[in-house]
């Protein structure tokens, strides 16, 4: 199983950015499809965005589509969640998961690995 370490959430004001990292290790960092997913307070975890193996197709959620850019860099074993133009109804807890299959999308069941995901908090 492929480790995952979360970085970059914090506090940011309405219309501002945030860039979140998920760096892997363990595992060929490669061979898995990625995603983002969070979890608001009193909601259930939603999908977020989620990219393939090479990088060369990616999926957004409705509600981050325009805002959000996911990407992945496999000589640094690193994926990317760029921020911008963040809304109070983006706070959440982010979380970082692996797809050894790479079948992606938004059902929980196909990603083995998890984050321990990482706060973001949007308010003025």
């Known amino acids: 199983q492929v480790q995952l370490v979360e970085s970059g959430g914090g506090l940011v004001q309405p219309g501002g950015s945030l860039r979140l990292s998920c760096a892997a290790s363990g595992r060929t960092f490669s061979n898995y499809g990625m995603a983002w997913f969070r979890q608001a307070p009193g909601k259930e975890r939603e999908f977020v965005a989620d990219?393939?193996?090479?990088?060369?197709?990616?999926d957004y959620a409705e509600s981050v589509k325009g805002r959000f850019t996911i990407s992945r860099d496999n000589d640094k074993n690193t994926m990317y969640l760029q921020m911008n133009r963040l809304k109070p109804e983006d706070t959440a807890v982010y979380y970082c998961?692996?797809?050894?299959?790479?079948?992606?999308?938004?059902?929980?069941?196909?990603?083995?690995?998890w984050g321990q995901g990482t706060q973001v908090t949007v308010s003025s």
């Open positions: 998961a692996a797809d050894r299959w790479n079948r992606l999308g938004t059902d929980e069941g196909r990603y083995a690995s």
């Open positions: 990219i393939t193996r090479s990088g060369d197709d990616t």
